[in-house]
């Protein structure tokens, strides 16, 4: 569609439009989880995510994953209680609600410390 100056223009559908939430969180990895390679925590959230039907949104490739990143991968056997995480979710969730869900999920030493929801 071409925008054209000084005319009206009408808007088209948005329906077709996929929006996107995106879910900053915050969680420590303390006790036995300081064993468990960074590979390994990616894996651990991507069940946990699935587990707990959270609505996460997919990449669109050949093979497609969970848009899913944690902001500093940490060296085996270091302990942390401020690691930051981002996910990008396909619909809205509560912040309360996504962090009771994924924590249920999670195994001793892994706490979701805090939430915050940014609409993309």
């Known amino acids: 569609m071409q925008l054209i100056k000084n005319e009206e223009v009408t808007r088209p559908d948005l329906a077709y439009l996929d929006f996107m939430y995106r879910i900053n969180f915050i969680f420590t990895k303390q006790g036995l989880m300081r064993f468990i390679s960074h590979l390994d925590l990616m894996r651990l959230f ?10 996460v949104k997919m990449t669109e490739g050949f093979k497609p994953h969970p ?9 085996l056997g270091v302990e942390s209680d401020n690691e930051e995480a981002v996910l990008v979710l ?4 509560g912040e ?9 999920q999670l195994p001793e030493g892994i706490e979701i410390k805090s939430v915050k929801a940014i609409a993309c």
């Open 96 to 104: 309360e609600e996504f962090r009771e869900k994924l924590q249920k």
């Open 46 to 55: 991507m069940r946990a995510f699935r587990r707990g039907g959270l609505p």
């Open 90 to 93: 396909r619909e809205r969730i």
């Open 67 to 75: 848009k899913f990143s944690i902001k500093r991968a940490l060296k």
